[in-house]
């Protein structure tokens, strides 16, 4: 679909990219954000066809309102909000946004599972959702209207999934709400324990890299999701528990058993790849090498990811490729006088 009048609310970084992403498609965005700054900054990128005076003047002739404020300001707007268009939003919470838009015909309730650890306009891309879930809620909704608002999400690129507000809410707080949290106490555990951090190196850092999200977007989800969180937050001490006390006990079969479930569990959430580990030099022109390497022997890249010191002196890129790729790029990376540790 395109030829749309939507208006956006709210032009940080899930805002500003919906608006880049369906300008790209032919419709025609206006937004509003209570940031001038903000506001001026997704026009200067390309994200709005224009801005609006006021948030109600926004409103105005829209055929698509999408709503990508914070849960709490999303909710207090629904609460006012009169209109025929249809309306999404994209807040991390959906129990308590339902609710507060039950006095709307065309609500469908959304959350795109995609995002970056930079807020605001500046990081946005019409690429964002690419692949990425795109949760549709069907609670107490038209079907016309949930199809309409699946075809949006289609239209960004995302995989529209339904299910209802319940079933979002206790799922993200155990994929999405808990490791914030976890990754947060996590790092205060380790500034208190002597050299911690200096030996912290890639488990630690992947594992508490959610932790260098904005605060400001995250703390009226956990609030809104507290119940959920809290019963998440119950199950996993218990388990940790559980795993600590097999290893005390000297369980090596338990412990490997588990182990291998959790294995085989994170092996399943991405395509099968193999890694191609190579080292870089600390000078200019090593990934332009990689560069070349990746065009000559013709590999698709799934994943990378680059490990390096805190303060400089190179590093290991890893780049994960698909099954039988690993040799063509390898000797490709050999080929451009790299080193290659693993492939």
Not at 236 to 244: H, I, M, Q
Not at 316 to 341: C, F, H, K, Q
Request: hydrophobic share 50%.
């Amino acid at each position: 679909m395109s030829g749309r009048r939507v208006c956006v609310i709210g032009t940080g970084l899930i805002g500003a990219s919906v608006g880049l992403g369906l300008r790209a498609i032919g419709d025609r965005v206006t937004g509003w954000d209570p940031d001038p700054a903000e506001l001026e900054l997704a026009l200067d990128k390309g994200a709005l066809d224009g801005i609006a005076d006021s948030r109600d003047g926004a409103l105005d002739g829209a055929d698509v309102i999408v709503l990508a404020a914070p849960a709490g300001a999303v909710i207090d707007i629904l609460g006012s909000l009169e209109t025929d268009a249809l309306v999404t939003d994209v807040a991390g919470v959906k129990g308590p946004v339902i609710a507060a838009a039950a006095h709307l015909e065309r609500f469908v309730g959304g959350h795109p599972m995609a995002g970056r650890e930079q807020r605001g306009a500046g990081a946005a891309s019409a690429a964002l959702f690419r692949g990425a879930a795109w949760v549709i809620t069907t609670d107490g909704a038209a079907q016309s209207a949930v199809d309409d608002v699946a075809g949006l999400a289609a239209d960004l690129g995302a995989l529209p999934t339904p299910m209802t507000a319940a079933e979002h809410d206790r799922a993200v707080a155990v994929i999405s709400h808990l490791p914030q949290v976890l990754a947060g106490a996590l790092l205060e555990a380790a500034a208190g324990v002597p050299h911690a951090l200096e030996l912290a190196a890639g488990s630690f850092r992947d594992l508490t890299r959610v932790a260098a999200s904005d605060p400001s977007t995250w703390v009226d989800v956990l609030v809104a999701n507290a119940a959920n969180l809290g019963g998440a937050a119950e199950d996993l001490t218990d388990r940790l528990a559980e795993w600590s006390a097999v290893a005390g006990a000297g369980e090596v079969a338990r412990l490997e058993t588990a182990m291998s479930s959790a294995r085989s569990t994170r092996r399943g959430l991405s395509p099968p790849v193999v890694p191609v580990a190579v080292a870089l030099e600390d000078r200019p022109g090593e990934l332009a090498l990689v560069g070349e390497a990746l065009a000559s022997s013709g590999v698709d890249v799934r994943d990378l990811q680059l490990r390096h010191g805190i303060h400089g002196g190179g590093g290991i890129l890893t780049l994960s490729v698909r099954p039988g790729e690993a040799e063509a790029l390898s000797d490709a990376l050999r080929s451009a006088g790299l080193s290659v540790l693993r492939g």
